[in-house]
Each structure stands twice: as structure tokens, then as C-alpha cells.
T-cell receptor, first 115, second 114 residues
């Protein structure tokens, strides 16, 4: 079974631009979560989607948004990029269950650099 | 707010020896799950082991095992017969009840020396 895929793998943008990152979950997985990883803040939860609905949201400004499609693929968008948005963005998918706690499987990440 | 603390920023071990990585967490939930993930230099996050909080038995996966102390809110990872390929950042993480959201510790950088 193919793993979680993320595109693009690397991205360079300038301040003020916007960016869209894509994530395709493992086949059959219905939940997709996004995380931001930086040297200073570590791994921080952005949001989680299940059946096209945002189920959880982390403490990030409204410039960060996401969505999930009917095939469970997900995109996240960052508008008006700032230097501090430079990070590794990780997507993870899981089967999900009502009680939560299903194992999340991570993609290889998208390395975003904002100049 | 749920927190996860890894008190050892860096550790090293000789090949074939045993090493234990520490993790403590703070939660008010009764239903939660605990994980150890490793992130090698490739940056790919890989699941090492998963523990369900309602199970008293410690999880094991080949050379990896945990010491889960629920009352102390402690969840340490033991790696036996360390191999060079175990060199990586190790992250402890927990979920909240009814959610897939993971709260991560800051990580422990483990180096296995030949």
C-alpha cells in the first residue's frame, strides 16, 4: 500500500505571497492532519480533517487554512507569507475511529522557505 | 493544556548496548494514547511504538519497548541492541480523548556510535 504523499517536496516563496500544499493519504484513511515543524517551536498541530470537515484546529492565525476533498486528499493554504512561516510541513493520515488515537502515518513533508 | 516533556535533548549509546529515553506528559483525560516516533536525517517521521492508556501491559515492538507508568504519567522508551540505523530524533507524543491531534515533546537526539 502506498504511503502518504506530499507535493511539492520543496518550495521557495517570497514574503507576501501565498502557497498551497497538497497531501494524499494512505488509501482507505479518512483523517488527515497537518503539522508545522520548526527548530524553535518544534512540532505544532495545525488542523485535522475528517470527511471533508475540520475536526480540530491548532493555535495558528487565520492565514493558515485547509480543506479536504471527497477522496480524502487534503490541501493547506498559507496566505500573506511571513519569514516565520519557513518550516517543514508534515501531513499525516489515519483510519480514525470515534474514540480517536488511531496511529497517524506521516508523509515526507514539504520544506517551505520564505525569503 | 496537554503537555509532553522530554528532558534529554541529546543522548548517545554504543552499538549493541541498551538506551532509555524519558518522557513525561500531563493530561486530565482518561482516554488517551501515547506514541514514540523517530525522525532520521531524511526527516521522514516513522512510528516506533504505540501505547493505549487503558492497557496496563507495556507495548513492545522487537527491540523497542516502553515502560508506561500511568500514575506517574511517565512513558519511557527502551531500545535494546542499539543499531547504527537507530540514530535519529525521537519524539514522544500523546493524543487527547476522541481526537487524532498529537501533542509532541521537543525530541531527543539519539546517536548510536560504532
Amino acid at each position: 500500500k502506498a504511503g502518504v504523499t506530499q507535493t511539492p517536496r520543496y518550495l521557495i516563496k517570497t514574503r507576501g505571497q501565498q502557497v498551497t500544499l497538497s497531501c494524499s493519504p494512505i488509501s482507505g484513511h479518512r483523517s488527515v492532519s497537518w503539522y508545522q515543524q520548526t527548530p524553535g517551536q518544534g512540532l505544532q498541530f495545525l488542523f485535522e480533517y475528517f470527511s471533508e470537515t475540520q475536526r480540530n484546529k491548532g493555535n495558528f492565525p487565520g492565514r493558515f487554512s485547509g480543506r479536504q476533498f471527497s477522496n480524502s486528499r487534503s490541501e493547506m493554504n498559507v496566505s500573506t507569507l511571513e519569514l516565520g512561516d519557513s518550516a517543514l510541513y508534515l501531513c499525516a493520515s489515519s483510519l480514525t475511529s470515534p474514540s480517536g488515537g488511531d496511529t497517524q502515518y506521516f508523509g515526507p513533508g514539504t520544506r517551505l522557505t520564505v525569503l | 493544556a496537554q503537555t509532553v516533556t522530554q528532558s534529554q535533548p541529546e543522548m548517545s549509546v554504543q552499538e549493541a548496548e541498551t538506551v532509555t529515553l524519558s518522557c513525561t506528559y500531563d493530561t486530565s483525560e482518561n482516554n488517551y494514547y501515547l506514541f514514540w516516533y523517530k525522525q532520521p536525517p531524511s526527516r521522514q517521521m516513522i512510528l516506533v511504538i504505540r501505547q493505549e492508556a487503558y492497557k496496563q501491559q507495556n507495548a513492545t515492538e522487537n527491540r523497542f519497548s516502553v515502560n508506561f507508568q500511568k500514575a506517574a504519567k511517565s512513558f519511557s522508551l527502551k531500545i535494546s541492541d542499539s543499531q547504527l540505523g537507530d540514530t535519529a530524533m525521537y519524539f514522544c507524543a500523546s493524543t487527547q480523548g476522541g481526537s487524532e491531534k498529537l501533542v509532541f515533546g521537543k525530541g531527543t537526539k539519539l546517536t548510536v556510535n560504532p
